[in-house]
C-alpha cells in the first residue's frame, strides 16, 4: 500500500472502502470521543455505512473533490485525515481530522496536515487551506495554530448534531504564508 511516514512507526496512508470493517471497529472503539465533533461518527456504525462513507470519498477523489486517509501507528487505524472539500479550480481545501485518545501527544495529526498542505499548495497549487473546529475542541484548535494558520472567524449556529446547534471556527491559511513559513523553518 501507498503511504507517507509520519516518523517514529507511524504514517499516512488511503483509507478506502475495502477497509470499511477495519474503519467501522475503529469508530466502535472511540465513538465516544469522536461524537462530540464529527458528524459521521454517529452515521459509522458498522461496515455497511463505513463502506457507503468511504465510497463517497473513493468519488469525492475521482471527481478530484475530496480525499481520505488513515493515520497507523505501528501498522493500527488510529486516526485519519481527511480533505473534506478540495477544488483545484477555486483554489481552496479543508482539512479535516480525528484521533484515537491514546495516539494523542505525539504529533501525528500536525505533521499528517503539514504533508497534506505541503501536497495541495506545492503539487496542487492550492492558495487556501481552511480547518473548521468546534469552539470547544481545543486539542483541534492547537493544531490549527502549530501549522500556522489564522482564526478568520465563528460560524455560528452552523449546523446540527445531536439534538443541538454548533457553532464552527474558520482557520486558514494561504498559500504565500505557507511558503515563507517553509522558508524560515517556521514549520519545524
Not at 517514529?8 to 483509507?15: I, N, S, V
Not at 472502502?17 to 475503529?26: I, K, S, V
Not at 500536525?110 to 501536497?119: F, G, L, S, V, Y
Request: charged share 20%; net charge neutral.
Amino acid at each position: 500500500m501507498f503511504s507517507t511516514p509520519l516518523g517514529d512507526g507511524a504514517e499516512l496512508c488511503p483509507l478506502e472502502p475495502w477497509q470499511a470493517a477495519e474503519l467501522a471497529a475503529y469508530t466502535d472503539r472511540v465513538r465516544d470521543h469522536l461524537a462530540p465533533w464529527l458528524p459521521w461518527a454517529h452515521t459509522v456504525t458498522d461496515t455497511a455505512s463505513a463502506r457507503a462513507f468511504l465510497q463517497r470519498y473513493a468519488d469525492k477523489q475521482a471527481a478530484d473533490e475530496g480525499r481520505i486517509y488513515g493515520i497507523r501507528l505501528d501498522g493500527e487505524l488510529v486516526g485519519g485525515m481527511l480533505f473534506r472539500l478540495f477544488s483545484a479550480s477555486e483554489g481552496s481545501c479543508e482539512l479535516g481530522a480525528w484521533l484515537a485518545p491514546g495516539a494523542q501527544g505525539r504529533g501525528l495529526v500536525t505533521t499528517a496536515a503539514r504533508r497534506m498542505i505541503d501536497w495541495a499548495v506545492g503539487v496542487r497549487g492550492l492558495v487556501r487551506v481552511e480547518w473548521l473546529v468546534s469552539p470547544d475542541n481545543h486539542p483541534s484548535i492547537a493544531v490549527a495554530r502549530r501549522l500556522g494558520m489564522t482564526h478568520e472567524g465563528t460560524l455560528r449556529s452552523v449546523f446540527s448534531m445531536g439534538g443541538r446547534r454548533h457553532d464552527l471556527q474558520v482557520w486558514a491559511l494561504l498559500a504565500h504564508e505557507w511558503q515563507n513559513a517553509a522558508g524560515h523553518g517556521a514549520r519545524g
